[in-house]
């Protein structure tokens, strides 16, 4: 059930941050392209914080899938780097007991790098960009990091408490 609900709420956000949140928040970046708050990491991060498993390394490759089915180019792209970072954020929060706003923001930004960074990889390898890694990141790298970065450290108290309300997760103080 966990798994499921997750899905829909992972499969929302896609939608929502593909469509809605293009059209309504974009960030104009210093040479005029869009960037907005990659919010599936974001959720993606949260789930790794509070599920310590290797099913959610699972779990992200099958909503990368359905990305790359829906919204993809090729198959593969999306279902590789969710799982990616799935993987590095279930060992990041192995390795950090505390799961304070710091390492979680950090993990965020470091998460969204990687994922740009692997998209961006993958793409120019194909052909099917021909933006320098420099020229990419002045024009997305940094905007979409950043954004998203800020975006999580101001959900994150929220959420946590919310949890904390609900009976999901404990306060350990």
């Keep these: 059930m966990y798994y499921l609900l997750s899905g829909a709420i992972m499969l929302l956000v896609i939608f929502l941050q593909a469509?809605?949140?293009?059209?309504?928040?974009?960030?104009?970046?210093?040479?005029?392209?869009?960037?907005?708050?990659?919010?599936?990491?974001?959720?993606?991060m949260f789930l790794c914080i509070f599920r310590e498993d290797k099913n959610i390394v699972l779990f992200a490759f099958v909503i990368g899938l359905l990305k790359d089915i829906i919204f993809g180019t090729y198959i593969?792209?999306?279902?590789?780097?969710y799982g990616f970072i799935a993987y590095w954020a279930n060992i990041t929060f192995r390795l950090f007991i505390d799961k304070s706003i710091i390492v979680f923001v950090i993990s965020v930004?470091?998460?969204?790098?990687?994922?740009?960074?692997?998209?961006?990889?993958?793409?120019?390898?194909?052909?099917l960009i021909d933006l320098s890694i420099g020229q990419s990141f002045d024009r997305y790298f940094w905007g979409s990091v950043l954004l998203s970065s800020g975006v999580a450290a101001i959900v994150?108290?929220?959420v946590i408490t919310l949890l904390e309300r609900r009976g999901v997760i404990f306060n350990e103080e």
């Design 19 to 44: 469509t809605l949140l293009s059209i309504f928040f974009p960030m104009v970046t210093p040479v005029n392209h869009f960037v907005v708050p990659n919010l599936a990491i974001i959720v993606l």
């Design 76 to 81: 593969g792209l999306y279902a590789f780097t």
């Design 109 to 127: 930004l470091l998460g969204i790098l990687s994922f740009e960074f692997i998209i961006w990889g993958i793409n120019s390898m194909f052909g």
């Design 156 to 158: 994150y108290q929220p």
